[in-house]
């Protein structure tokens, strides 16, 4: 096992948290195999920039929510959610204070805002637009956008593997809160 130390963006000293061997390997063999692929690191690091504290999938929703009036509220769901989902894996992050991946295997592809790494923000907030855009236009998004966004992460050494399966089961938590509120308070 190896210990890592860092600050986060604010330098205050983060937690010491133990990654594992294991999680290291997943990181270089998704290196040495997708990160091989020719414009990979170039189209995750595309969906990085998209993904930044949720602003592409909040502009999805309001976009959706100026174009489909019959289902304006469900689009602006999609923005909520996404920025709620975001919100509150930068909460956990605070509290939790795992350092982003720093072993000299593992190449690190994309600047990030702070250095810290549990869970992944940016597979937060995407599984929740995600989940919400599903349920808005019936098409299946979780499966075609989520995966992708978990390993562009790895692809780009800024989170070990259980930083992005956390953000995926945040982000869908996140969205059932919102559909739940929905439901709630949906007519008034």
Known sequence: MSSVSATDSTGAPARHWKSTDTEVRV?????ATVGAV??????????????????????VGG??????????????????????AHA?????KRVVRRPRPDDPTVQVNVSTPSRLSFPSSHVTSTTAAAVLL?????????AVL????????????VHY????LAGAALGAAS????????????DR
């Open 63 to 84: 976009l959706g929510a100026l174009l489909d009036r019959p289902r304006r509220r469900q689009w602006a769901g999609v923005a909520v959610g996404a920025f709620g």
């Open 38 to 59: 020719p414009a990979a690191t170039k189209i995750a690091r595309g969906m990085s920039h998209f993904g930044e504290h949720a602003l592409g999938w909040m502009a």
């Open 146 to 157: 989520v995966p992708p966004m978990m390993l562009s992460r790895l692809v780009l050494g």
């Open 134 to 142: 599903a349920r808005t236009t019936g098409l299946p998004f979780p």
């Open 175 to 186: 969205a059932a809160v919102v559909v739940q509120a929905e439901k709630k308070w949906g």
């Open 88 to 92: 509150a894996s930068v909460v956990i």
């Open 161 to 164: 593997p259980t930083d992005v």
């Open 27 to 31: 990181l270089q063999t998704v290196q």
